[in-house]
């Protein structure tokens, strides 16, 4: 008995996870997401789950990681709880935890990004685990090189494309080093490049002994693995060794089919009118990054644009639907353009699927047997059954987002990343619908980082740093025959919004800019709160004059200040108004005009000029703070302010996380809101109306959505938070 109990334990301790027999099923759903699983994963190994989209394989990888909580069954790891918090005494004494035991990268990588610059974001989880800012930020590094985005570092999380957001996902994670890293198709929209050395990278990570779980669609980047897994309908139906698996050939036509990518061959054809054309465009949001840009696009046509991340794909393709107005140059098309955005969340609007994909049609006066006509082949040509949305897996919210452009019917169709998140056979539908599309006259536009995939189109392009690098078929119009710009008036909203985005901050060598972060906050608010202390007109006159002093170190753009001021001065005029209405005379007052009950005293003047004074202080002394002083730097210089506090057991760190989040969450919002504004005007949600109520009334449908997405993200934030190992 003692030599079987031996074997037993020896045998359990090279699993490092045993989970037995686990369900999951989320709320308000009709059937379980994970159903009666087991498996186990020895320490060591490298394991591919595959499946369709909606089979529960992200659901899985989130219980293996501990992010979901299972509802039956059991979860056992030899190194302990996935997340549990690690319980740390920050003292000099104590080594910082070199290791953690599992790590996942989420499967989207936006909703993983906890801080706003891009290094800081990296260094949070090893300052978790104990380690110096100095020793985080060289792991951050390390990471950041290994990704090939150490170039971004100082840049602002949100200025990155969806593919640079992927890969910093991924160095957070492996920057906390994790014995398991779980990987939730977390190269699925990296451009091929940059995806093969990730894989590389993975697999040096497992030569080296480090456990890898990895839910992907591609069955090259399974095939890297030692084992495989395959999950339908919520239930493992396979799990065994590389070799087992390719010995099953009816298991990968089950998952990637027989049939390949058909083909186009229309190298005769005669050249058509042009249906787009950009025009010596120039467009950039600091320095130009399209400069001198021309491209035309066949009528009736299917064209492929590849490009690493950041190449310009989004960036041509907003300019081409008028989201975006070039600095000079012209975009214009024979019609209004659609547009399928690359981030598919931030697209659905309605409770169930079909009153989704009904929303564009509706909203340009389609009703009735055609709008249900309408709505039914765009969800065929999705290949897309009818569900609740938010029920629905993240590749079929893809597929819902692709079926709400294509109901709009448009001409024009553009498409961005159509196939990224969605399994073989799902891929394989949608360009053979974009097929059918360029069949019917359409003239589709798509992007992709699979080179395969071209093989569905007329003609290919490749960009580079906002260049074309490619061409298979140049097509030159020198015709403007019909074309129009489309550039809609709501651009304008999403400009103020992506400024909004990018923040305040500018990067300037000023003693200001270069004070340590908690002088720079104790100045700042010093003169705010003595400011808003002092009521004596001379003395918060000098208050406000030093202000302007201060403002004057941070080099501030004086226009820019103006300008901020002088939104401030119509409230501070209602405010003078309602002063004199309301506010009532003393007997001592000096009277300089009087009629009825309205009056005009020294002391309302007196309170005026306070106001207005304790006003211009406020608005100088927070916008050059926000101007000097990076996120990071902000809470940096608060929690150095609350060090003493933080000494005799004030939760400082907690504060200063909950500020961090503050300050993340804005911009998220901010990003949020634009995506959704973008979908509105898209699906014509959003239109230009005449009078002030039914302008009111054309933006009621993105409250809805935007509260959806904030107590979202909220969530998310705090798994976010929970991978990352803070405590």
Sequence with gaps: MEIKSGFVQL???????????????????????????????????????????????????RIAAGILD??????????????????????????????????????????QIIAGKVIKDVQFGPEN????????????????????????????????????????????????????????????????????????????????????LSVTHDLDEALRADRIFIMNEGSLVFSGSKDEFT?????????????????????????????????????????????????????????????????????????????????????????????????????????????????????????GKALLERVKTAMNTAGLEYDKTFSLSGGEKRKLALAGIIALDEDIMLFDEPTAGLDPKSRLHILSSLQSLADAGKTVIFSTHRKEETHAADRTIVLHNGRISYDSDPFISSSNDGLASHSVPQASILSKIRSGIQGDYADKKTILHAAHPGIKFFAFFSLFTISIAVQDIFLLSIITGLCLVYSLTARYPLLKMIKRIAAVL?????????????????????????????????????????????????VITFSVYFYSTEESDIVEGIASVLKPA????????????????????????LDETSNIVKTQIIRQGIKKRKGLFKTIRSFIPLFVPLLLQTLKRAELLTEAITARYYH
């Design 11 to 61: 045998i359990t301790a090279m699993n490092i996870l045993e989970v037995s027999h686990i369900s999951y099923m989320y709320p308000h759903a009709e059937k379980k997401a994970v159903n009666n699983v087991s498996f186990s994963l020895e320490k060591g190994s490298y394991t591919a789950i595959l499946g369709p989209n909606g089979s529960g394989k992200s659901t899985l990888a």
């Design 247 to 367: 010995a099953h050939e009816h298991f990968k036509q089950d998952i990637f089919g027989t049939e390949n990518i058909t083909e186009r061959k229309n190298t005769s054809r005669d050249k058509k009118r042009a249906a787009v054309r950009l025009d010596s465009v120039y467009f950039g949001y600091k320095d130009n990054f399209l400069e001198n840009f021309s491209l035309s696009f066949e009528q009736g046509t299917i064209t492929a644009v590849m490009g690493e991340s950041g190449s310009g794909k989004s960036t041509i393709f907003e300019l081409i639907a008028g989201l975006l107005e070039p600095s000079a140059g012209t975009a214009a098309s024979l019609s209004t353009p659609s547009l399928a955005l690359q981030d598919s969340e931030g697209a659905l609007f309605e409770e169930f699927a079909v009153d989704d994909a009904a929303f564009g049609p509706r909203n340009k006066g389609l009703q």
């Design 646 to 669: 933080a000494l005799l057991g004030f939760p400082a760190r907690h504060l200063c996380l909950l500020i961090l989040l503050v300050l993340r969450f804005i911009p998220l919002l």
């Design 129 to 212: 685990l104990g380690f110096a800012k100095k020793d985080a930020e060289q792991k951050a590094k390390k990471e950041l090189l290994a990704t090939s985005l150490e170039h971004k570092e100082n840049e602002n999380t949100l200025s990155l494309s969806l593919g640079q957001t992927q890969k910093l996902a991924l160095s957070g994670i492996l920057a906390l080093n994790p014995d398991v890293l779980i990987l939730d198709e977390s190269v699925s929209m990296i451009d091929p490049e940059c995806r093969l050395e990730i894989l590389d990278y993975i697999d040096r990570l497992h030569a080296e002994g480090k456990t890898i």
């Design 70 to 111: 299972i509802q039956e069954g059991s979860i056992q790891n030899s190194a302990g709880t996935f997340f549990e918090p690690v319980r740390r005494v920050r003292k000099k004494n104590i080594e910082p935890q070199s290791s953690v035991p599992g790590g996942i990268v989420f499967q989207s990588p936006k909703h």
């Design 570 to 618: 119509p409230w501070l005029g209602i405010f003078f108004v309602f002063q004199m209405l309301f506010f009532g005379t003393a007997g001592t007052d000096k009277v300089f005009w009087e009629w009825a009950f309205i009056s005009i005293t020294e002391a309302k003047i007196q309170l005026f000029i306070r106001t207005v004074l304790h006003f211009l202080a406020a």
